[in-house]
């Protein structure tokens, strides 16, 4: 086998927030990837605007830098894959991983791996790809940097790494400052003597392997990802296994169903720094963007024209959660001008979405404006319903629920593993809160700081809607992060949300004076003057069960005059949910409105006597 000594692919994977995308940052300005008087943005990776108003990755993106080694040695071309850190796009982590020949593991100094370091850890050392540690924010006043490393090592025991796969340099580093070194700091600074990120580079070039090749090898790229140009159409972005691709070249398109299509490549695009750039060829271990092909998919695999040999497909981990996405069905659809509200545009959109995320499923129902959508968690499929929401879509959505799989003629469910910080003092309120859901403590850990790490198993079940509680339980202190652990058998019922909801009982406009009555039963979600219709949801009613409301009483007006008449009304500021909190507020027999301009809980069967009426069914039942 030949090697590329002139080029390196790594992807580079982390918990969300521990620092992946700064680093990249970092590594495309010291690389001398933007112009000298070019604007520079920080997290430039994340380029969707969910991402910047998140501030989490949701697609994995690539890049490349040119290095040049300080003792004079030749360039050497770094493709770096900046992955998505949630689990929920666990997909995408996925994808990248096939595209690249080693990883970067970035760890918190202070947090130390977290659960989703664990999910993209055991997808690095189940494809054998050779691991660098880097532990960043070695700045920070609270960096535990030895007991994260010992963590570190743990973790990867605990994922049953071989002797091979333990035996990982580490690189310590402050990706916000650009700098980093290979020894330990020794006080929470880098050393003096280093002053940029020099020591990752050349720990790249020295443990990250070339790309390997047989030249005898007829072609084989493996198409990983698919982007859109509005000049040239779809483009297949693909890693160069075997052989070379040319511009005009004439290749054998290898579909997932074995049909085999002769095609033209009519472009092909390499990146540099931040931009696709027109190349003529490219060889084994380039990762390159193909267009002229207006069906292509993730997975499908360009070949030889003469000896065509199709490449696995690429597989990811089953959808754990899933949603009821349909057209908009409520007394107020189609008041947005403009609006996307038919069924058919709702299903032509899901269908795009399938086409460039391969963690996601669409499944019809027994209605035909209402379909399934299966994913990763309920972060990825409320990314998609808000996207669609942007896109100018009208949609009602259905509270999440777990997909189950039978299994030796029983129901099994999802487990996730929890891990929360939080100050001590909330111990008893969150164990309470745990295990009301049929959570199981399998660790605690008290660093001596007032503040306590918990690691549960829980249902997936049990998580929806937890995070609301959660924060109020905790006062908004506590952090929280689950990954998919297993299939359990069914835990039986769940009691999650101990609250009920105030629903109004006719349509019309609220009014201050009726709020001012009912924002004593509970928590309102409408400010005054709202339009609102029967079996809206219009707050959150203190007591367990649902109350029927009239939120459009007016004041009865007289010709007497008393000394409180003019008085001002106190109103509560509502609380505007968010779309996650409202997709976590509701109950099996609640589903969410969404509109451009507007996001409503609202029943399922909006008839007050409807709805009586299936309740007395399943009393008697």
Known sequence: MQT???LRNVAIVAHVDHGKTTLVDAMLRQAGAFHARAELTDRVMDSMDLEREKGITILAKNTAVR???????????????DTPGHADFGGEV????TMVDGVVLLVDASEGPLPQTRFVLRKALKARMPIILVINKVDRPDARIKEVVDETYELFLDLDADEEQIEFPIVYACARDGIASVSQPKDGTIPEDSDSLQPLFRTLLDYIPAPAYDEAAPLQAHVTN????PFLGRLALCRVRQGTIRKGQTVAWCREDGAQTSVRISELLMTEALERKPAEQAGPGDIIAVAGIADIMIGDTLADAENPIALPRITVDEPAISMTI???TSPLAGKVKGAKVTARLVKDRLEREL?????LRVLPTERPDAWEVQGRGELALAILVEQMRRE???LTVGKPQVVTREINGKVHEPVERLTIDAPEEYLGAITQLLATRKGRMEQMVNHGTGWIRMEWLVPARGLIGFRTEFLTDTRGTGILHHVFESYEPWFGELRTRATGSLVADRAGVA????MMNLQERGSMFVEPTTEVYEGMIVGENSRADDMDVNITKEKKLTNMRSSAADETEKLIPPRKLSLEQALEFCREDECVEITPQAIRIRKVMLDQKDRERVARKRAHA
Do not use: H, Q
């Not at 698919?226 to 140009?229: E, G, I, N, R």
């Open 392 to 394: 100018g879509y009208e």
């Open 511 to 514: 009014t201050p004076f009726a």
């Open 94 to 97: 996925e994808r990248g991983l």
């Open 355 to 359: 086409v460039g995320n391969v963690s």
């Open 326 to 328: 349909g057209t908009n």
């Open 4 to 6: 590329r000594s002139d």
């Open 226 to 229: 698919l982007d859109a140009s």
């Open 67 to 81: 290095y040049v080694p300080g003792d004079g040695g030749d360039p050497v071309t770094i493709n770096i894959i």
